[in-house]
């Protein structure tokens, strides 16, 4: 039993993937469940495998991979269907984007392994505030720049934070 409960969070996690990589393709119907799933599973994924005893590195590399398919996917779907502009989709998608290219600039040139970029409270609070925006525009149907803008400014400083926590790793290390 101890076992299956171990792979429940990887398990959200890779559902939380696919839902990202289907979100362009599911009716809009489906739109507002998938986003409370996403939101929901990027919660408590890591609270359960810290839990269950059931921390791998196969999960610390694919959760952040998971929440940025499912951000990108959403905020692009939302984008093709007018609910968000250009600079919409820039404001939600700048943190995953710097994210991204800053963790691999760290593992590249300072050789930080991936499980040493861990999650800060930054990041969370910025996803939260992705999710939020993301659910309102599904729900309200309508724009809504002062959500987005607040969750792209959350996002900058999580960006930051992670920037500043990466160099630090790295001149502990040296």
Do not use: H
């Amino acid at each position: 039993m101890r076992r299956f409960l171990r792979g429940i969070p990887n398990a959200l996690t890779v559902l939380r993937f696919v839902a990202g990589v289907a979100f362009p393709f599911v009716p809009p119907d489906w739109w507002l469940a998938l986003i409370l799933f996403g939101g929901v599973s990027d919660l408590i994924d890591g609270w359960l495998s810290r839990l269950w005893d059931g921390e791998s590195t196969f999960g610390q590399l694919l959760d952040p991979v998971a929440d940025k398919t499912f951000v990108l996917a959403v905020a692009v779907t939302l984008l093709l269907n007018e609910l968000i502009g250009w600079s919409g989709l820039l404001w939600l998608a700048a943190r995953d984007v710097a994210v991204v290219v800053l963790s691999l600039i760290a593992i590249i040139i300072t050789k930080v392994r991936p499980a040493d970029l861990r999650p800060r409270w930054t990041g969370k609070c910025a996803t939260a505030a992705q999710f939020v925006a993301l659910l309102w525009l599904v729900v309200a149907r309508e724009s809504a720049p002062t959500l987005v803008v607040a969750a792209g400014v959350v996002s900058a400083v999580a960006a930051v934070d992670y920037t500043v926590a990466a160099v630090r790793n790295w001149r502990a290390r040296r």
